[in-house]
């Protein structure tokens, strides 16, 4: 069942035209890739669903719910049903990592201080930090706990959908693979939706049920990746060889 549909979105910056007319499908329960060269707009369609970027023409529909001429209710109904991880973790500096990740929770809910707590470590767990990590500050941690403690934080208010933006990038290749495992046993355990942009061929393989690659400005293929070599897109005959 399609949980996310992109209709004929056109996207333009000024005279830059970035996207003309995509259109793809996504289903629940799977974990789907956004692909393409630098620059094609990957993030900005990813951003653009999480409703941090306006499109100029089209829609996307999410959970039911039309992007286009959204209300400012639903939209803040919505945004509560995802969670996001940015490429560089989006981490507050200036707050403990228990923090950073109880700060929906103190915002958004009406829950005791101790529950919040509770949660807190349960996401901190479930992400592979150490309870001993929950009072540390961005600065005092490595890239790789910086994105976990990111992805604690995207997962904190039970989301049904996850998106994640170059979610491997600056990791090295052993914490790559351990986040790719990580994001499998995620979607498994909690029965999420995952939608990512991706550069890294191994976590692409690894990991993502369906792609779409963007070239052009334009979908050039949709579907599994056993069957991306039958596009005739030069980026993806050179990145998929």
């Given amino acids: 069942m399609s949980i996310i549909s992109v209709r004929e979105i056109h996207t333009q910056f000024g005279e830059k035209i970035v996207h003309n007319g995509l259109n793809l499908d996504i289903n629940e329960g799977e974990i789907y890739g956004l692909l393409g060269p630098s620059g094609c707009g990957k993030t900005t369609l990813l951003r653009e669903m999480v409703m941090l970027q306006e499109f100029k023409r089209g829609?996307?529909?999410?959970?039911?719910?039309?992007?286009?001429?959204?209300s400012q209710a639903d939209a803040q109904s919505l945004r509560r049903?995802?969670?996001?991880?940015?490429?560089?973790?989006?981490?507050?500096?200036?707050?403990?990592?228990?923090?950073?990740?109880a700060l929906s929770l103190v915002e958004y809910?009406?829950?005791?201080?101790?529950?919040?707590?509770?949660?807190?470590?349960?996401?901190?767990?479930?992400?592979?930090?150490?309870?001993?990590?929950a009072k540390l500050y961005p600065s005092q941690i490595s890239w790789g706990m910086k994105k976990k403690a990111g992805l604690a934080r995207a997962l904190c208010?039970?989301?049904?959908?996850?998106?994640?933006?170059?979610?491997?990038?600056?990791?090295?290749?052993?914490?790559?693979?351990e986040f790719d495992t990580l994001i499998l046993k995620l979607r498994d355990i909690l029965s999420l939706t995952i939608v990512m942009v991706s550069h890294d061929?191994?976590?692409?393989?690894?990991t993502l049920d369906r792609?779409?690659?963007?070239?052009?400005?334009?979908?050039?293929?949709?579907?599994?990746?056993?069957?991306?070599?039958?596009?005739n897109s030069d980026f993806v005959q050179t990145f998929f060889k």
């Avoid at 981490?91 to 228990?98: D, H, M, Q, Y």
């Avoid at 061929?201 to 690894?206: C, E, G, K």
């Fill in 109 to 133: 809910t009406d829950l005791p201080p101790k529950m919040i707590e509770e949660i807190v470590k349960f996401k901190i767990n479930i992400v592979g930090l150490k309870c001993s990590d």
């Fill in 211 to 231: 792609v779409a690659i963007i070239d052009e400005k334009k979908i050039v293929y949709e579907g599994s990746l056993s069957g991306v070599k039958t596009s």
């Fill in 81 to 101: 049903e995802w969670g996001v991880l940015f490429q560089a973790g989006a981490l507050f500096s200036s707050l403990t990592l228990e923090e950073n990740i």
């Fill in 59 to 70: 829609n996307i529909t999410i959970l039911d719910k039309s992007l286009d001429k959204i």
């Fill in 157 to 177: 208010m039970d989301p049904k959908l996850l998106f994640l933006d170059e979610p491997t990038s600056g990791l090295d290749p052993i914490s790559a693979r």
């Fill in 201 to 206: 061929l191994r976590s692409i393989y690894d």
